[in-house]
T-cell receptor
Framework: GAGVSQSPRYKVAKRGQDVALRCDPI?????LFWYQQALGQGPEFLTY????????KSGLPSDRFFAERPEGSVSTLKIQRTQQEDSAVYLC???????????????FGPGTRLTVT | KNQVEQSPQSLIILEGKNCTLQ??????????LRWYKQDTGRGPVSLTI?????NTKSNGRYTATLDADTKQSSLHITASQLSDSASYIC????????????FGAGTTVTVRA
């Protein structure tokens, strides 16, 4: 079936603008994750949803970052008043509820590259 | 401080040669360790996953090893191909909340003809 999709793939924003990044998880996947990946670095955890509930948002860097998943499927990551340090690739991943041996696999989308000028 | 350290940062190898990537971690208590391959402009794709009790796991020409006592892992690529050019990321999860993955910075592998 289809994998995780994200849109847009590239976004250029002027400093101070608001942006919204969309993630379509694999159909039926209960869990959804957002990550931020700076150039040359590994992804860093931002937030985690189980269905529509945001269970962990400890990785969101500031209150300018907001994520939602109102119907438990599609998710949107919103960044208000973007700053240059927000420039990064934003990855979304989804995971089924159950997995072999409890090691539930996360499947990643291609990411959205955000450039703030 | 990053809890997952990888070395080398990058390497270049000739097509057909082998290479080994290293990963050291301090995440504790440990749940499992994954190696991901990330092509440029793509999301990471899982290659192997190992739990505490596993010492080695293979996926085609990729073989991962784990020493949970020394908290070290390696990924060996055999008979490299041009398509192996990518970033290889070591990822560790904690037993208490295994959804929260700790990523290394990755090793960038370039395979040249």
């Amino acid at each position: 079936g289809a994998g995780v999709s994200q849109s847009p793939r590239y976004k250029v924003a002027k400093r101070g603008q608001d942006v919204a990044l969309r993630c379509d998880p694999i159909s039926g996947h209960v869990s959804l994750f957002w990550y931020q990946q700076a150039l040359g670095q590994g992804p860093e955890f931002l937030t985690y949803f189980q269905n529509e509930a945001q269970l962990d948002k400890s990785g969101l860097p500031s209150d300018r970052f907001f994520a939602e998943r109102p119907e438990g499927s599609v998710s949107t990551l919103k960044i208000q008043r973007t700053q240059q340090e927000d420039s990064a690739v934003y990855l979304c991943a989804s995971r089924a509820l159950s997995g072999v041996g409890g090691s539930y696999e996360q499947y990643f989308g291609p990411g959205t590259r955000l450039t703030v000028t | 401080k990053n809890q997952v350290e990888q070395s080398p940062q990058s390497l270049i190898i000739l097509e057909g040669k082998n290479c080994t990537l290293q990963c050291n971690y301090t995440v504790s208590p440990f749940s499992n360790l994954r190696w991901y391959k990330q092509d440029t402009g793509r999301g990471p794709v899982s290659l192997t996953i190992m739990t505490f009790s596993e010492n080695t796991k293979s996926n085609g020409r990729y073989t991962a090893t784990l020493d949970a006592d020394t908290k070290q892992s390696s990924l060996h690529i055999t008979a490299s191909q041009l398509s192996d050019s990518a970033s290889y990321i070591c990822v560790v999860s904690r037993l208490s909340n295994d959804y929260k993955l700790s990523f290394g910075a990755g090793t960038t592998v370039t395979v040249r003809a």
